[in-house]
């Protein structure tokens, strides 16, 4: 089991920056992908960024040259930086471990971001 807590959630205007952390209760450095998911109000979560363990990454189109993940495996944390802001970055941020197959797949508790005026 791998326990997964999120801070660094809140309320921002349009441009601004929040920085969202992920803490694991255990040693994340053979945990393939370590990311964050996000779900907004009757939409379906979906994929924000995800870094695997060689350090590739995989960012979200809509999300891209503005978000940047990075994973600390001394620390045990993954941390999503999140610049220029829209309302539609508006949602429940969710942080993520899982191995390659799924067959293993953990959630934090989510973390609100708000993004408006």
């Known amino acids: 089991q791998v326990q997964l807590v999120e801070s660094g959630g809140g309320l921002v205007q349009p441009g601004g920056s929040l920085r969202l952390s992920c803490a694991a209760s255990?040693?994340?450095?053979?945990?393939?992908?370590m990311g964050w998911y996000r779900q907004a109000p009757g939409n379906q979560r979906e994929l924000v960024a995800h870094v695997t363990s060689g350090g590739s990454t995989n960012v979200a189109d809509s999300v891209k040259g503005r978000f940047t993940i990075s994973r600390d495996n001394a620390k045990n944390t993954v941390t999503l930086q999140m610049n220029s802001l829209k309302p539609e970055d508006t949602a429940v941020y969710y942080c993520?471990?899982?191995?390659?197959?799924?067959?293993?797949?953990?959630w934090g508790q989510g973390t609100q971001v708000t993004v408006s005026s």
């Open positions: 255990k040693n994340i450095r053979n945990i393939y992908a």
């Open positions: 993520n471990a899982r191995n390659i197959a799924v067959t293993m797949n953990y």
